[in-house]
């Protein structure tokens, strides 16, 4: 018995076909633009984002001003960190954004925060900013030495012929953000907020007992609270226990070349495998060194974070309202340490308390953004 012979398809069917083929096409090119999405309002939303998702973001993106200017706007360190990285990276082979790289990079330039203000004024340099020049003299009147070697070396690469003027340009700098909303612990694991510190500037000194250079600055911040105005609080925050902070052990014999997460496998002694152990071995560290300013704890790690706390030893200078006026990392001695705040929040700065030639004293008006800081209004608690 013969085969029938196949009925052909009908018109109708194939065009249901292909309006569930495409409607296929849409719906999957609908759950990559949903998961783009979902991605970009968690890496906006994020106090930290991964900066390998952040890149990849930036890369893919077909209109990278628009996304740009979103993660820009959050004003969060990691992010704006990531930005000036990304535009650093990429700027010589990506000639779409030249017509963008301007304007983050010129604000970058006045950004409270060191890090990002000096890769910036490098990249001002190399796109051959036309502000570059004025911002590299006015950086060597910054109350910190380091912002004064930087600008002088990249003045002296870019012209042989330049000469660093004797007295630059006023220093320009933005208020970053409020920080007023970070909490702490104190070795009681109580609560630890800056309210207590109500229209006083801030110093947070961001150190761990297994670094040596923070180790070696200690002296320099005993030092400090005697010199520095009494108005400033200087909190240390310890961070042995903050997961992702890079370790320095110095002479420990296994090199922590990766990042320790402090958890149950943790090869390395760093004294801190509980939080009561941490607590001790903190507490000892400071009644041996002799401090003589409030030790708290970053036990949850938000606020190592926000301020991109890895840098160790990292501090961070607050204005009386408790926004970001300079944040640096590295050793400083008492009296360099002195000179910043002072100058940068507005205290009268003198031969007797830095040991060094008296400096401009920033106050706010048109060629500066910082701020003198508020009245001192004494704590209830």
Not at 337 to 361: C, S, Y
């Amino acid at each position: 018995m013969s085969e029938a012979p196949a009925k052909p398809r009908s018109k109708a069917f194939k065009i249901r076909v292909s309006v569930l083929l495409l409607l296929g096409l849409i719906a999957f090119s609908q759950l990559g633009q949903l998961n783009r999405f979902a991605i970009t309002e968690g890496v906006l939303q994020s106090d930290s984002p991964d900066p390998a998702m952040l890149h990849k973001l930036l890369s893919d993106t077909p209109e990278p001003a628009i996304l740009m200017a979103r993660i820009w706007a959050t004003g969060k360190l990691p992010h704006r960190w990531e930005i000036i990285n990304f535009l650093n990276r990429n700027l010589g082979v990506r000639p779409d954004l030249v017509p963008i790289v301007g304007k983050y990079v010129l604000e970058a330039a006045n950004d409270p925060d060191q890090t990002l203000r000096l890769t910036a004024l490098s990249l001002l340099r190399v796109i051959d900013h036309p502000e570059w020049k004025t911002l590299a003299q006015a950086a060597l009147n910054d109350p910190d030495p380091l912002v004064n070697d930087v600008a002088r070396i990249i003045l002296k690469k870019a012209d042989a012929d330049i000469e660093v003027a004797a007295i630059a340009p006023t220093l320009n700098q933005n208020l970053g953000p409020d920080f007023g909303h970070l909490v702490f612990r104190d070795f009681k694991k109580q609560p630890y907020t800056l309210t207590q510190y109500v229209g006083r500037p801030v110093l947070l000194h961001f150190f761990a007992t297994w670094s040596p250079d923070c180790t070696k600055e200690i002296p320099d911040l005993v030092k400090l609270r005697k010199i520095a105005p009494p108005e400033l609080a200087i909190v240390g925050v310890n961070v042995d226990a903050v997961p992702g902070v890079r370790h320095d052990h110095g002479d420990c014999e296994t090199s922590c070349e990766t990042d320790c997460n402090h958890g149950p496998d943790c090869e390395h002694d760093h004294g801190s495998d509980t939080v009561a152990n941490l607590f001790k071995s903190v507490e000892r560290h400071v009644i041996i060194n002799e401090y003589n300013y409030p030790i708290v704890f970053d036990t949850n790690g938000l606020a190592t974070a926000q301020l991109e706390g890895s840098e160790l030893p990292l501090h961070v200078l607050l204005d009386g309202d408790h926004r970001l006026v300079r944040r640096y990392a590295g050793t400083r001695s008492a009296r360099v340490h002195d000179r910043i705040a002072r100058a940068l929040l507005g205290f009268e700065v003198t031969r007797e308390t830095t040991n060094q030639p008296a400096i401009k004293v920033l106050q706010a008006d048109a060629t500066t953004n910082v701020q003198a800081p508020r009245a001192f209004t004494p704590s209830n608690k």
